[in-house]
């Protein structure tokens, strides 16, 4: 009690003392040590994650959920092929956020490929009828470069049917001549980059080109609307599905049908993509240019305008392989069957295929 007392009178003599002369120092009053005490600086606990590091300036960020398992190409690659992401593309150069896709095979003029690319594209087609067709059987052998030009990640402009003929057939003799062309555009309206997901729709435009040696050239024309979906699942797995509708200028000179495709591939080691593809046409109204139903239709191949052929189904099977020899040079090979009563035109059907891609 007393120290408290002498210690209350010193404070107010300080106080006093400094009204008089400020020039004097204060003495400091000594605190105990044990009166301070410092927290112990404790880790954080296991479960919360550390901050992540600031971006680098400069470098592209993916736009990909980082759940996404590490195996991905699409990660590897930092989200873009060759690390080139979409705000980074040339002039009318292809999509580059979908690096681990690959188009379709079988049914070439009409089965698209939903990304916007930018390519040259070689068919080599070989088509054997069959045995007891109407025409005898025989081959139909046929070449073709599609060319498609990416305007932006979204809009293609595309040149998907074009090319040469050759039909030997004992009903036809050997025939050539060339196939009519086919022009047209498509769109992506969804491009769901972080799910790998794609919808794109279309047109395309068949004018009456090609040669009557090889059924080419009659009519007033046609037109086909598609639509194409695609999407990566599994990390390596993709589907791709194709509907579209062809429709001529002229009803009589050629058919209208309906066709769908259900594309399935792996990607294995990188570059090799073992595939396979359903394929399905229904014919919706016949032709009537005095070719009977025996002979049925040409599925994607050839448009004959045949009579009485609506309500006729044709179903197919594609086995094959694409194969990624360079980052822009695909080169793929397959085999076609009918699998339903109904072949047509169709006994068996070879595919060579090269993808050269800017």
Known sequence: MLRFIGSSLAAALVVSGSAQAQDKAIPAVPVPAKAVQVAPVQAAPAHIAPLPAAPIQGAPTPVRS???????????????????????????????????????????????????QTYLRGHYIYNRLPGDHALGGGSVNAVAL?????VNDRLTIIADKDGYAWLD????????????????????????????????????????????????????????????LGKEFGCKNHAIVNVGYQVPFNSNENSSYIYTQLHLDRQIAGWLYPLIELNWFHYTSSGDRG????????????????SGVAGNNLVTLALGAQMRLRENLDVGVGYEFPISSRKDLLDDRVYVQFTLRY
Request: glycine fraction near 16%.
């Open 291 to 306: 070719l009977p139903p025996v002979v049925g239709e040409g599925d994607g191949l050839i448009n004959l305008g045949t």
């Open 66 to 116: 980082a759940i996404v398992p590490e195996t991905s190409h699409w990660v590897e690659s930092g989200g873009c092929l060759n690390g080139n992401c979409g705000a980074e593309r040339g002039a009318f150069q292809s999509d580059t956020a979908f690096p681990d896709f690959v188009g379709p095979l079988s049914n070439v003029f009409f089965a698209k490929d939903p990304r916007a």
């Open 146 to 150: 599609q060319i498609n030009v990416a």
């Open 169 to 228: 057939t004992p009903g036809t003799g050997s025939r050539d001549g060339f196939m009519n062309l086919g022009v047209g555009f498509k769109y992506a309206l969804i491009r769901d980059v972080e799910n790998q997901f794609l919808f794109t729709v279309g047109a395309m435009y068949e004018p009456r080109t090609g040669s009557r040696d090889v059924f080419q050239g009659h009519g007033d024309g046609l037109i086909t609307f598609f639509g194409t």
